[in-house]
C-alpha cells in the first residue's frame, strides 16, 4: 500500500488521539473567539477569508514581529473548525461507547442527560448574568431577551434567531439533536457496508441543501444541525472501522495521507478570491482532520500525554464558560492599558485560556465527584 498506516497503535493510543482531537479542538475555539472580540467580528474575518487566508496576512510582510503576527492569525481564523472536531470526536465516542457496552437506552440517555445538562443550564445562568450586570446590555432583562433564554433551556434556538444570543451554545444543542437521533443513526450503520455510504450520503445532502437555499434565496435564520451530520457520522464511521477491524480508521492514521493533507490545505489556504462557501468549508474541515495525525505524532514524541488529556478532560467546560472569562479577563487588562502594545492580545490571550482551563478542569473535576456521589457515574 503507497500510503503508511501506522499499525503500532494501541487502544490506548486510539482514545488518546480523540483527547487529542478534542483538546485541538477546544483549544481552537477559545482562540478565534480572543481574536473575534480583538479585531471586532465576524465580518473582519470573513473578509479575511475571502481574500485567501495566507495571501491576506503575509502579503507585504517583511519583519520577525509581521511574521510572527500573521501566523498567529493563520491558526486563530482556523480554530473556528474546533465545534466540528469536536462533533467528529463526539461521534467517535459515542458510537464506540455503545458497541463496547451495550445498554438500553434510557441508561445511555440518562447518563448523557447528567453528563452534558445541568453544566449547560449553568452556563445559561451565567450568560444571562454576565449579559445583564457587567456588559449591561438591557435586551437579555426584557420581555424578549427571556423568550430566548426560554429558547435555549428547551435546545430551540437553533430553529430561529434566538441562537444568536449566548450565541456560541447553540452548539450544545447541536450535540443535543444529534443524541435524540442517535439510535436511527445506529439501525443504519448496522448493516455490514451502510456506514460508508451514510456518511457519504450525508455530504451530499447537506451539500444540496445548502445550495438550494442559496438558489432560492432562502434565508435561514437559525442553524441547520444537518450541517455538522457529516462530522459525527464520520466519528462513527471511524469507531465502527475500528470496533470491527475494518480499513475507514487507516484514513486518519496514515502519515503520508496526513502530510499531503496538510500540504493542499496550505495550497488551498493560500488562494485568493474564491468564496468562503459552505463547500469549501467542508473541504478545509476534512483536510484538517487528515492533518492532524502528524501532529498528534509530534506531540506524543515530546511527551505531551498529560498535557493531551488535561485539555480534553477540561474541553466541556471549558467550551460552557469561556466566552464570558474572555469578556472579562480582555475588560480588565484593557482597563490597565496593557492591550494597547503591540502583539500584547498574545499573552493576555494565552493567560486567559491558562485560567479558563484550570478553572474549568476543577469545576468539571467536582461535578463530576458530585456525579459519583448521587450514583450517575
Known amino acids: 500500500m503507497w500510503f503508511y498506516y501506522d499499525r503500532s497503535l494501541s487502544p490506548q493510543t486510539y482514545k488518546l488521539y480523540f483527547n487529542f482531537v478534542k483538546a485541538v479542538g477546544i483549544t481552537g475555539i477559545f482562540l478565534y473567539h480572543a481574536y473575534e472580540s480583538y479585531i471586532g467580528g465576524q465580518k473582519e474575518i470573513l473578509k479575511i477569508l475571502n481574500a485567501g487566508v495566507l495571501n491576506y496576512f503575509f502579503t507585504n510582510v517583511t519583519t520577525i ?64 448574568l454576565f449579559n445583564v450586570y457587567f456588559v449591561n446590555n438591557p435586551f437579555y432583562s426584557s420581555a424578549e431577551g427571556f423568550k430566548v433564554l426560554v429558547y435555549h433551556f428547551l435546545f430551540l434556538q437553533t430553529f430561529t434567531m434566538s441562537y444568536r444570543y449566548y450565541s456560541f451554545l447553540y452548539f450544545i444543542a447541536i450535540i443535543f439533536h444529534l443524541y435524540l437521533l442517535f439510535p436511527v443513526l445506529v439501525r443504519l450503520m448496522k448493516s455490514k457496508s451502510a456506514g460508508f455510504l451514510i456518511f457519504i450520503s450525508s455530504l451530499f445532502f447537506t451539500t444540496i441543501i445548502n445550495l438550494t437555499m442559496d438558489f432560492l434565496g432562502i434565508n435561514f435564520q437559525g442553524v441547520l444541525f444537518t450541517d455538522f451530520l457529516p462530522y459525527f457520522l464520520f466519528g462513527m464511521l471511524i469507531a465502527d472501522s475500528l470496533f470491527h477491524n475494518k480499513k475507514y480508521h487507516t484514513l486518519i492514521f496514515d502519515k503520508r495521507l496526513s502530510l499531503l493533507s496538510f500540504a493542499f490545505l496550505l495550497v488551498l489556504l493560500y488562494a485568493n478570491k474564491i468564496d468562503y462557501s459552505h463547500t469549501l468549508r467542508i473541504l478545509i474541515i476534512f483536510l484538517s482532520l487528515f492533518s492532524l495525525y502528524n501532529f498528534f505524532s509530534l506531540a ?5 500525554k498529560a498535557v493531551i488529556d488535561f485539555v480534553a478532560y477540561a474541553s466541556y467546560a471549558t467550551y460552557l464558560f469561556h466566552i464570558y472569562l474572555i469578556g472579562i479577563g480582555l475588560t480588565l487588562f484593557s482597563r490597565i492599558g496593557f492591550l494597547s502594545y503591540y502583539l500584547s492580545w498574545i499573552p493576555v490571550v494565552s493567560i486567559i485560556f491558562a485560567v479558563t482551563l484550570f478553572a474549568s478542569y476543577f469545576l468539571q473535576k467536582y461535578y463530576d465527584r458530585f456525579l459519583l456521589q448521587v450514583g450517575h457515574n
Open 300 to 304: 506524543l514524541m515530546l511527551r505531551q
Open 65 to 128: 514581529h509581521e511574521y510572527l503576527c500573521a501566523t498567529t492569525q493563520v491558526f486563530l481564523i482556523f480554530g473556528s473548525i474546533g465545534a466540528e472536531l469536536f462533533i467528529f470526536a463526539s461521534g467517535f465516542g459515542l458510537y464506540y461507547s455503545y458497541l463496547s457496552r451495550r445498554k438500553n437506552w434510557g441508561t445511555f440517555y440518562s447518563k448523557r442527560f447528567w453528563r452534558i445538562i445541568p453544566l449547560y443550564y449553568c452556563a445559561l445562568i451565567a450568560g444571562f
